[in-house]
């Protein structure tokens, strides 16, 4: 059963559905470490010398977990594989200091000593001193982890770590161990087995309790409104919270057998006026700072003789230096060169070139210039804009936007409309969802669509994106309501498609052996043509306006640069060297006007 639905790195995708399809993809670390200790269970129990090799299974799958669950030089246990997790957002519940030992006598890696250490060292920090009780989310330091504020208390999560930590000290004797539990228990015992409630805050304090009035009856009525477009729910079961300044009161789920049919109209289209600024100036503006020319239009008149020279439109783009993405602008020539802010990646321009939209990394609220640090309040990491049209390089005239905050976003794309962002984002797991973003009153709309990497029609009434919904992988089109879902690629390698402005085509990528490259088709998937052939990955292909040119990513030369090549393949060549994505390469998404 693992085994049938193992994902490309050897482990087993996290949701399966009763009909025994994958729901959510990506790996959960806990299920990991509990499905390899129990292989070591079996191997102990049964020997290994039968028709399945546990031992070898175990240290196959232990090898896994270390490779891609394991955050590299920190040694914190992430949550799920890829990039899910790490020192940002990570679940205490998921810590079981026993298995490692186990883990490292199994394969001789020492290194899980060192994720023991780390997991104890958390738990130091994010346990409350008197009661003990720990947090279903938190970050390595002990605090609430940005995105998942709202579960920094001891729920359902949370409320297995004491037995997992308890291991420890049964099994091996460790003093850390009993201490740590010895506290939750003397807690649990001072209320008594008949009155736990569902769940505390650290400090002791029920969330709810039994005699709560959510609970008096066996059923009731509760009216509730969708205002965000108006979108009826699909079919399924629902989860409903019932919060209070903030505070969880109750939850529960429901079910929808007979939904409403879904409406054509779309959600209303809002004039794109931002009306909230986290600020409309840094706190310390410096003096004598430089003033590098601005581009000033999307257009020059050419200079070559005829045949005319193609347009120069402005790109805009992101460079990882290795430890963080910078966010540039430049022609489409390579020329005017740019830089704009640290931090930010993934960038989408406005329709009408004022604003740009990008992930934020922690840290984008604070931007250096000539040795001086500036200050931007209100602004973390999530979706931010930046008002491109006053923006000034000595951030003297910098204006950002907080949009959403969620440490796992990216990939925003600037619906050709004006009235939406969408973007994806790992909210509740390691599996990616499509989300909507009201541009002008930054509404987020009650749409999900499983998939990541969206670009919208030229109409800005449906979305292509990657996809393994209903256990398919490949490129979708949905209607921007996830409304009439089609499958257009069964190619899993298929990524970052790109809608052209004619609307006709779509660009995107395909890895064909081991080779990268970009590929061009039909919007109904026909006519499959490969765009660029040469060594080294050629990836994140994004259309001129004009839709006769398509700028990329390409390692051809040896080190990561960006090109540019019209639309049938011809003319290709390089315009801007030292392009580097990052590791994942979502947020080397580019983006022309």
Not at 133 to 150: I, T, Y
Not at 428 to 437: K, N, S
Request: aromatic share 12%.
């Amino acid at each position: 059963y693992y085994k049938k639905f193992m994902n490309k790195r050897g482990l087993m995708e996290w949701h399966i559905g009763s009909n025994c399809e994958v729901m959510e993809w990506g790996a959960a670390t806990d299920a990991d470490e509990d499905v390899a200790f129990s292989l070591l269970l079996a191997d102990r129990q049964w020997c290994s010398d039968g028709a399945i090799n546990y031992r070898k299974e175990a240290v196959l799958l232990i090898n896994r977990i270390w490779e891609h669950e394991v955050e590299k030089g920190t040694f914190v246990l992430k949550p799920g594989d890829g990039d899910w997790g790490g020192s940002h957002v990570l679940n205490p519940s998921y810590f079981a200091p026993a298995y490692y030992r186990a883990f490292e006598s199994a394969t001789g890696n020492a290194g899980w000593r060192k994720v023991i250490d780390k997991c104890y060292e958390i738990l130091r920090k994010c346990a409350h001193p008197e009661t003990g009780l720990v947090p279903d989310w938190c970050r390595a330091d002990g605090s609430p982890a940005q995105g998942r504020e709202e579960n920094f208390y001891f729920y359902w999560d949370a409320a297995r770590t004491p037995w997992r930590i308890a291991l420890d000290y049964l099994w091996y004797g460790n003093e850390e161990a009993r201490k740590f539990c010895e506290k939750i228990t003397r807690f649990a015992s001072s209320i008594g087995a008949a009155d736990i409630d569902n769940g505390y805050y650290l400090d002791g304090k029920p969330m709810a309790g039994k005699e709560d009035v959510w609970n008096k009856g066996e059923s009731g009525t509760y009216l509730l409104t969708l205002a965000a477009g108006g979108n009826p729910l699909n079919a399924g079961v629902w989860r409903l919270e019932i919060k209070v300044d903030g505070d969880l009161m109750q939850m529960g789920e429901f079910l929808l057998e007979s939904p409403v049919a879904p409406t054509p109209t779309t959600p209303p289209l809002p004039t794109l006026t931002p009306t909230r600024q986290a600020t409309s100036a840094p706190t310390r503006p410096p003096t004598g700072a430089a003033t590098p020319t601005l581009i000033a239009t999307t257009e020059e008149t050419p200079t070559l003789a005829p045949p005319p020279a193609p347009k120069k439109y402005t790109l805009a783009f992101s460079r990882w230096d290795g430890t963080k993405h910078n966010l540039f602008i430049a022609r489409t020539d390579g020329s005017g060169e740019t830089f704009l802010l640290e931090r930010a990646a993934g960038p989408s321009w406005s329709p009408d070139g004022r604003y740009i939209a990008f992930a934020g990394a922690e840290g984008v609220d604070r931007q250096v210039r000539e040795g001086i640090e500036y200050h931007f309040e209100g602004i973390s990491n999530g979706i931010v804009s930046l008002d491109y049209a006053n923006w000034s390089p000595d951030l003297t005239r910098v204006t950002l936007r907080q949009h959403v905050r969620d440490a796992s976003v990216r990939w925003a794309a600037w619906a050709p409309s004006g009235d939406m962002v969408a973007f994806d984002a790992a909210r509740g797991g390691p599996d990616r969802r499509i989300y909507f973003l009201g541009t002008s009153d930054n509404q987020q709309y009650s749409i999900e669509i499983p998939g990541e990497q969206a670009d919208w029609s030229p109409d800005s009434n449906r979305l292509v994106y990657r996809s393994g919904r209903n256990n398919r992988q490949g490129i979708w089109i949905s209607n921007r309501d996830d409304s009439n879902p089609v499958q257009i690629t069964a190619d899993g390698s298929d990524a970052f498609p790109a809608w052209s402005p004619d609307g006709r085509k779509i660009a995107f990528h395909r890895d064909s052996g081991g080779d990268v490259d970009i590929y061009v088709m039909n919007v109904d998937g026909s006519n499959v043509r490969r765009l660029t052939n040469t060594p080294g990955p050629d990836t994140l292909p994004a259309w001129t306006p004009d839709g006769t040119r398509i700028v990329f990513r390409s390692v051809r030369t040896g080190s990561w640069a960006i090109f540019i090549m019209n639309a049938d393949s011809s003319d290709q060549r390089q315009i801007l060297a030292n392009a580097d994505p990052g590791p994942d390469w979502s947020f080397g998404r580019m983006s022309v006007r």
